[in-house]
């Protein structure tokens, strides 16, 4: 099956959307960037292997929630890829959404079906219980978290988030395993002292042994873990 996107020399196009791939960029790049284009964090490979997660299972989430929207690439990527009935997107930032990002809602009529929440820490639970309830009438069908990486706040939002899946839905953490890489050690490096995910996908292991995880995917890029 072939994706349903496309992607040339570091740009991603999906329906009528173009998105810049900006894994390598600095973490402020949105505040510099030259250009309209949404930048999409995201290194090609991860798109690649979601795409053929989610293809082999035939997965058509309609309630969506994402955590970690920065410049709102992926935010938009994930409404134009999986066309759900909501998307609702948080994160920490004290911004608000680019002006394309705004744009891409208006020409998609799309205001009432995504929605971004700024200055949302994931890590706070009554915050993203109270957005979930006031957004969603439904369970939740897949939430992505490509937020702080961090075992405390992705445990958070996993013990909150989790509970709020349908049968089957599906919970994904991007970029779980940062920490067996030395430079994110190095002592001058922001991440030195973070505490990283390894734990957090052990601790989804022994979740799948007692059934309270239906099923478990581990791939280097990312982890998914299905709801009962
Ligand atoms: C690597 S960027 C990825 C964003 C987006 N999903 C993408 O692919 O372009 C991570 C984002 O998570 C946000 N973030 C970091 N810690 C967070 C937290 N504790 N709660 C919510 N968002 C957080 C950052 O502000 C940043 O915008």
């Known amino acids: 099956m072939g ?3 496309a992607i040339t020399d570091g740009t991603l196009r999906i329906g009528s959307l173009s998105l810049e791939l900006s894994a390598d960029r600095p973490w402020d790049a949105w505040r510099t960037k030259e250009g309209g284009s949404l930048l999409i964090n995201k290194e090609e490979q991860l798109l690649r292997d979601l795409d053929t997660f989610f293809a082999n299972r035939h997965f058509k989430p309609h309630n969506v929630f994402e955590l970690g929207i920065w410049d709102g690439g992926s935010t938009a990527f994930w409404f134009e890829y999986f066309e759900p009935t909501k998307l609702v997107a948080v994160d920490s930032l004290d911004r608000a959404d680019d ?3 705004s744009r891409y809602i208006r020409q998609r ?4 079906r995504l929605k971004t929440y700024w200055n949302t820490d994931q890590a706070d639970r009554a915050q993203i219980e109270e ?3 006031r957004e969603f009438d439904q369970p939740l069908d897949l939430i992505i978290d490509d ?4 075992l405390q706040a992705t445990s958070a939002s996993f013990d909150t988030l989790f509970p709020r899946l349908s049968s089957d839905g599906i919970y994904v953490i991007e970029d779980w395993r940062w920490e067996v890489y030395p430079w994110f050690r190095e002592p001058d490096h922001p991440w030195a002292d973070r505490a990283g995910l390894v734990k957090m996908v052990k601790r989804l292991v022994d979740a799948a042994a007692t059934g309270e995880v239906k099923e478990l995917m581990v791939s280097p890029r990312f982890v998914a873990a299905v709801h009962p």
């Open 3 to 5: 994706a349903k996107f």
């Open 99 to 101: 002006l394309s990002f």
């Open 109 to 112: 009529r799309a205001s009432s």
């Open 131 to 133: 957005i979930v309830t």
């Open 147 to 150: 937020a702080s990486h961090e």
